[in-house]
């Protein structure tokens, strides 16, 4: 599923600094990074929100995230592909919202592109804030991935971001971790319906287990719905109903 994380992928949680989550989106599943890149002179356009369930345990409301995102394939290759994004993205805390704008960039090759058989393999860095210390996370990550049939495809990898602000609620480093995912077009239904779950480790606010459903309304429209379940709510916060708006152009 080609979508950017978000929209550029759009809207996930809080700055670390506020104690919260930001996903600046590359191409996703619900939540993680895909092996999936743009094509080249694609443009995506993304607009996803993360709605809290309940508040904080203070009883204070807890802080919804809105993210808008743009991403481009920019390689004119089959075999490898490369696309760049940026996102704005809130949450109506501060110091946080002082510093919307993000960054991702994602180079890979799809599948079988190797030898027969080979995986889809993927680099990249998302959420490159532009405030050190406060919003650039800088997550770069590796990942794998493999289609099997009736099964899905399944995706394994490693992610490793910035120590300063990524942590978890004792302020120890919580900075790497894997990503996992599995998603499906569920054509038995629909073929304009998939699914994924996804998990990315540690406890720091971007640690979370995701699922959600996705519906395409045209060949580049589509909208996925889903629920987040954050590894450690005392950073990540509580849990949200996502959903993510992907438009492809042309």
Not at 52 to 75: Q, S
Not at 164 to 179: E, K, P, R, Y
Request: hydrophobic share 40%; aromatic share 10%.
């Amino acid at each position: 599923m080609n979508k950017t994380l978000k929209t550029f992928s759009l809207a996930l949680t809080l700055v670390a600094a506020t104690c919260g989550a930001a996903l600046a989106t590359p191409s996703t599943q619900i939540w993680i990074p895909s092996t999936d890149v743009q094509a080249f002179g694609t443009v995506h356009l993304g607009i996803d929100n993360y709605i809290r369930v309940a508040d904080n345990a203070d009883g204070e409301k807890a802080p919804n995230t809105y993210d808008a995102g743009i991403t481009v394939g920019v390689l004119p290759f089959e075999k490898l592909q490369l696309e760049v994004g940026a996102d704005y993205m809130v949450t109506g805390t501060e110091p946080g919202d002082s510093y919307p704008v993000f960054f991702n960039a994602k180079l890979g090759t799809p599948e079988g592109s190797l030898f027969g058989g080979s995986p889809a393999m993927a680099v990249g860095i998302y959420n490159a804030g532009t405030k050190t210390d406060v919003s650039d996370q800088n997550i770069t990550y590796a990942l794998l991935a493999k289609t099997f049939p009736v099964v899905g495809r399944l995706s394994a990898g490693y992610f490793v971001g910035n120590s300063a602000v990524m942590n978890d609620s004792d302020g120890d480093n919580a900075n790497d971790g894997v990503l996992l995912s599995w998603d499906r077009p569920l054509t038995e239904i629909s073929d304009k319906l998939w699914a994924a779950v996804d998990y990315q480790g540690g406890n720091s606010s971007m640690g979370a287990l995701s699922f959600g459903v996705s519906w395409a309304f045209s060949k580049n429209v589509s909208l996925i719905v889903g629920y987040d379940i954050y590894n450690e709510s005392a950073t990540g916060g509580k849990n949200t109903i996502t959903t993510q708006l992907d438009i492809n152009l042309p």
